[in-house]
Nanobody, 125 residues
């Protein structure tokens, strides 16, 4: 079993920045891809960014390319999401996820085996 805990969410003005963290604990010996998804009120959960086990491959949703950066520190079993130039439409609950079956940074929600509880990000205009 793997436990994921997100942190770093909060309230920020448009144009500002936030850095989310997701720490994994439990059975973390596998080579697993990690991702961030988000869900706004009344909307489906959508892909934001993903990173391979080695960190050499990343994948981003078009809506965040050039503004968000995903990274990971395997020694700390932690993945990060640096969010810059935030917009009100980025407001959502952000979830981290782990794909225990593959190190490939997929954008498909169904690939991900484990999920965190989520952290709220609110961007005011």
């Amino acid at each position: 079993q793997v436990h994921l805990v997100e942190s770093g969410g909060g309230l920020v003005q448009a144009g500002g920045s936030l850095r989310l963290s997701c720490a994994a604990s439990g059975r973390t010996s596998s080579n697993y891809a990690m991702a961030w998804f988000r869900q706004a009120p009344g909307k489906e959960r959508e892909f934001v960014a993903a990173i391979s086990w080695s960190g050499s491959r990343t994948n981003y949703a078009d809506s965040v390319k050039g503004r968000f950066t995903i990274s990971r520190d395997n020694a700390k079993n932690t993945v990060y999401l640096q969010m810059n130039a935030l917009k009100p439409e980025d407001t959502a609950v952000y979830y981290c996820a782990a794909d225990w079956n593959s190190g490939y940074p997929s954008s498909s929600r169904t690939r991900y085996t484990y999920w965190g509880q989520g952290t709220q990000v609110t961007v005011s205009s």
